[in-house]
């Protein structure tokens, strides 16, 4: 069973930074690849970004491209999400996934991953 703890997340204004990290319990061995999703209320969960923890591999929502990046620290077992200029509208729980199956590049459907972590409020507001 793998276990991820996100972190980070809290009050933004708009325009401004956070990083979020989340920390898996498993080896990186065990797990392929890891994303970053968000939910806002009545909407459904998007993908933000996802990283093969090779780093061979990187997608990122059109909505979130050169201003958030996605990162990870093997060492560590732990992936990074900077987002950078943020806008009210993402105000949202942000969750940490985990896909062990092996292949191809991150997919972007909640289905597709395999463990999630519990999720950090992150609000964009002044």
């Known amino acids: 069973q793998v276990q991820l703890v996100e972190s980070g997340g809290g009050l933004v204004q708009p325009g401004g930074s956070l990083r979020l990290s989340c920390t898996t319990s498993?080896?990186?061995?065990?797990?392929?690849?890891m994303g970053w999703f968000r939910q806002a209320p009545g909407k459904e969960r998007e993908v933000v970004a996802a990283?093969?923890?090779?780093?061979?591999?990187?997608v990122y929502a059109d909505s979130v491209k050169g201003r958030f990046t996605i990162s990870r620290d093997s060492a560590k077992n732990t992936v990074y999400l900077k987002m950078n200029s943020l806008k009210p509208e993402e105000t949202a729980v942000y969750y940490c996934?985990?896909?062990?199956?092996?292949?191809?590049?991150?997919?972007?459907?909640?289905?597709?991953?395999?463990?999630w972590g519990q999720g950090t409020q992150v609000t964009v507001s002044s």
């Open positions: 990283k093969t923890w090779s780093g061979s591999s990187t």
């Open positions: 996934a985990a896909r062990t199956v092996v292949g191809g590049s991150p997919p972007r459907a909640p289905s597709s991953y395999d463990y």
């Open positions: 498993q080896s990186i061995f065990d797990i392929y690849l």
